[in-house]
């Protein structure tokens, strides 16, 4: 097991593929340490990985964003935000925060958050004075809160993963993701106004009236997504289909904004991009047999649990182990490898899996946006054409915000657990 474990650093340090990083280093420790193993068994694992029906939405809500990223959506949303606040302290960053979050509702993915609201928001923010470290750090943190905001594909992982409910998981998002916009932008706030920065004129009620009448369509999607579920008509399969309809028809016939190029080209993005979420999740579960049929678990977990683990060590334990974990290797294959791991840890304290799934997005989404290898960090590199440290420069008030926040949900559970607690979904 070492050298697999060596392999897969150097391969990631490498810059290879997370995919190669994963399944290079488990056929090769196969091959040499365990000949009599067919691969074809490796081969059953991974396509286990993609067998959970609940995997079907995510293309779907995938193709809905690249649809609405493809029109005019996401500026129309920013406009209509922005002509609210963008004339107080912090104005543009809050409204860099609630389009991500809003964006969230759409997307789920942090990447494509980073894309849509940061290719608009990062021009108007160096516009008006802030520095570009701080527009970076910004963006790639406030697209954190589309991973908590349904309909978000860490949660779809977990829900697969652990067999929880995943509309009951959506649900327990809103809260904690509304609590980080508003921890967001508080210090958006007193930053803008101790730098002085970022002050822009405030707009007419007429500028806003227009503003509303262009945007307010988009909000549909929460409305269609989060109240289809929530009252129960539909399931979150059946929301992801709804989203997509929703998304053609808004670009298509209202704004206008689609053509046929377009369409086939969110086809394509969709079937790439689901290719790598999928290649991922085969590659966890392959990696979590492995892991599991070495018993690799049973040798350390008990030293680290002991004998009768409190409620509130397990949570601490998951929670370190998540963010640590998630700060090297991609959020989606953390979830399938250690959720299995620390299971029978957490039905035998009795937490509650759909609080806890919320914890554990949450980690996945900091890890995100968090030296040395959160995948968003990469990505707005490739996106905004900028080096390394100043990607991350102006990251640490955002984590620190991120875990303040992570602890305020474990000491106040309610904040995730209250819708859930009441919904009638399905």
């Given at each position: 097991?070492?050298?697999?474990?060596?392999?897969?650093?150097?391969?990631?340090?490498?810059?290879?593929?997370?995919?190669?990083?994963?399944?290079?280093?488990?056929?090769?420790?196969?091959?040499?340490?365990?000949?009599?193993?067919?691969?074809?068994?490796?081969?059953?694992?991974?396509?286990?990985?993609?067998?959970?029906?609940?995997?079907?939405?995510?293309?779907?809500?995938?193709?809905?964003?690249?649809?609405?990223?493809?029109?005019?959506?996401?500026?129309?949303?920013?406009?209509?935000?922005?002509?609210?606040?963008?004339?107080?302290?912090?104005?543009?960053?809050?409204?860099?925060?609630?389009?991500?979050?809003?964006?969230?509702?759409?997307?789920?993915?942090?990447?494509?958050?980073?894309?849509?609201?940061g290719g608009t928001m990062r021009p108007m923010l160096l516009e008006a004075g802030y520095k570009s470290s701080f527009t970076l750090g910004l963006i790639i943190n406030s697209s954190d809160i589309a991973f908590l905001i349904p309909p978000s594909i860490g949660f779809i992982v977990y829900g697969v993963a652990t067999?929880?409910?995943?509309?009951?998981?959506?649900?327990?998002?809103?809260?904690?993701?509304?609590?980080?916009?508003?921890?967001?932008?508080?210090?958006?706030?007193?930053?803008?106004?101790?730098?002085?920065?970022?002050?822009?004129?405030?707009?007419?009620?007429?500028?806003?009236?227009?503003?509303?009448k262009e945007g307010i369509l988009v909000l549909g999607f929460p409305l269609v997504i989060v109240g289809g579920i929530y009252t129960g008509i539909f399931s979150p399969t059946e929301a992801a289909a709804a989203s997509v309809a929703y998304a053609l028809l808004l670009e298509g016939l209202v704004y206008r904004s689609?053509?046929?190029?377009?369409?086939?080209?969110?086809?394509?993005?969709?079937?790439?991009?689901?290719?790598?979420?999928?290649?991922?999740?085969?590659?966890?579960?392959?990696?979590?047999?492995?892991?599991?049929?070495?018993?690799?678990?049973?040798?350390?977990?008990?030293?680290?649990?002991?004998?009768?683990?409190?409620?509130?060590?397990?949570?601490?334990?998951?929670?370190?182990?998540?963010?640590?974990?998630?700060?090297?290797?991609?959020?989606?294959?953390?979830?399938?490898?250690?959720?299995?791991?620390?299971?029978?840890?957490?039905?035998?304290?009795?937490?509650?899996?759909?609080?806890?799934?919320?914890?554990?997005?949450?980690?996945?989404?900091?890890?995100?946006?968090?030296?040395?290898?959160?995948?968003?960090?990469?990505?707005?590199?490739?996106?905004?054409?900028?080096?390394?440290?100043?990607?991350?420069?102006?990251?640490?008030?955002?984590?620190?915000?991120?875990?303040?926040?992570?602890?305020?949900?474990?000491?106040?559970?309610?904040?995730?657990?209250?819708?859930?607690?009441?919904?009638?979904?399905?």
């Amino acid at each position: 097991m070492t050298f697999m474990w060596i392999s897969m650093v150097a391969m990631l340090l490498l810059g290879f593929p997370f995919m190669v990083t994963i399944l290079g280093p488990l056929i090769a420790h196969i091959s040499v340490h365990m000949p009599t193993l067919k691969m074809t068994v490796l081969v059953q694992q991974v396509l286990t990985g993609l067998t959970p029906p609940s995997l079907v939405c995510v293309p779907m809500f995938i193709l809905a964003a690249s649809i609405i990223t493809s029109g005019k959506a996401a500026r129309r949303l920013i406009n209509m935000v922005r002509s609210f606040v963008g004339h107080i302290p912090g104005g543009l960053p809050i409204t860099t925060n609630a389009s991500c979050t809003l964006f969230g509702a759409v997307s789920g993915s942090t990447q494509a958050t980073v894309a849509a609201i940061g290719g608009t928001m990062r021009p108007m923010l160096l516009e008006a004075g802030y520095k570009s470290s701080f527009t970076l750090g910004l963006i790639i943190n406030s697209s954190d809160i589309a991973f908590l905001i349904p309909p978000s594909i860490g949660f779809i992982v977990y829900g697969v993963a652990t067999n929880t409910s995943i509309g009951k998981l959506f649900l327990a998002g809103i809260g904690p993701g509304l609590l980080v916009f508003f921890m967001f932008s508080v210090y958006c706030y007193f930053y803008s106004k101790i730098k002085k920065v970022g002050l822009a004129p405030k707009a007419s009620w007429k500028e806003r009236f227009v503003a509303v009448k262009e945007g307010i369509l988009v909000l549909g999607f929460p409305l269609v997504i989060v109240g289809g579920i929530y009252t129960g008509i539909f399931s979150p399969t059946e929301a992801a289909a709804a989203s997509v309809a929703y998304a053609l028809l808004l670009e298509g016939l209202v704004y206008r904004s689609l053509t046929w190029n377009k369409i086939f080209k969110s086809f394509l993005d969709t079937g790439v991009i689901t290719g790598v979420v999928f290649v991922l999740v085969g590659a966890g579960q392959a990696f979590s047999w492995l892991i599991s049929f070495l018993r690799i678990p049973q040798a350390f977990m008990p030293l680290l649990f002991g004998t009768d683990p409190s409620q509130l060590k397990v949570v601490l334990i998951v929670v370190i182990s998540y963010f640590i974990a998630c700060m090297f290797v991609d959020p989606i294959v953390a979830i399938y490898i250690l959720s299995p791991i620390f299971g029978p840890y957490v039905v035998a304290t009795g937490i509650n899996s759909v609080f806890l799934g919320v914890l554990v997005t949450l980690q996945a989404a900091i890890g995100s946006a968090t030296p040395p290898f959160g995948c968003d960090i990469f990505t707005a590199q490739l996106i905004f054409r900028r080096p390394y440290l100043e990607v991350i420069r102006h990251t640490p008030p955002f984590i620190f915000i991120l875990i303040l926040a992570t602890i305020l949900l474990i000491v106040f559970p309610d904040i995730a657990m209250f819708l859930p607690n009441t919904m009638l979904a399905r």
